[in-house]
């Protein structure tokens, strides 16, 4: 394999980072130009994979590590400052917080809005890949947005998440 074949397997995750890692090593560190640019639906895909447990948060933390500071991967154009922050959290989480189902879910919302140009202060929920725009009661988002404060999530994917729970457990009992 080239050494971009090897960079693209590494972004998708097609590969165990190990094997990938000792291929590139033949290839130097150095590198004179970006071969490949990291995007978010690559971080995005990977923290999927996580959380539907296909891949242990020591894994993720060694992509991540394997990902950040390389000369030869850039980042994708106007997400470079969140995927700057999502892989050194990632790659760091002695330094920064331990990856969690949670705080997977907190990221893979902002890279989605990121990717997507939405702004942060959107009130949209994901249901079925579209966002949709749902009128909520006024004190009742306030004491959601509380429980999202103290878990450290965006309101709308921890509602977004309660609704999915809550329908699986409907689809079960029909």
Not at 27 to 32: L, M, P, R
């Amino acid at each position: 394999m080239t050494r971009k074949q090897l960079l693209e397997a590494l972004l998708t995750s097609e590969s165990p980072t190990d094997n990938l890692l000792s291929a590139l090593a033949e290839f130097g560190w150095d590198c004179e130009e970006e071969l490949v640019l990291l995007r978010c639906d690559h971080v995005a895909a990977v923290l999927r994979r996580f959380r539907k447990g296909g891949i242990s948060a020591q894994n993720v933390s060694g992509w991540a590590d394997a990902v950040e500071a390389r000369d030869d991967i850039g980042f994708e154009e106007g997400c470079e400052e969140i995927l700057t922050d999502v892989i050194y959290e990632l790659a760091n989480p002695e330094l920064t917080r331990s990856l969690s189902s949670e705080t997977a879910a907190e990221w893979i919302y902002h890279l989605e809005l990121q990717r997507e140009g939405i702004p942060e202060a959107s009130s949209y929920i994901h249901i079925r890949g579209k966002r949709r725009l749902i009128p909520i009661d006024e004190e009742l988002f306030g004491k959601v947005t509380e429980i999202s404060e103290s878990k450290r999530i965006p309101p709308e994917a921890l509602i977004d998440s309660w609704l999915k729970e809550k329908v699986s457990e409907a689809h079960q009992q029909v």
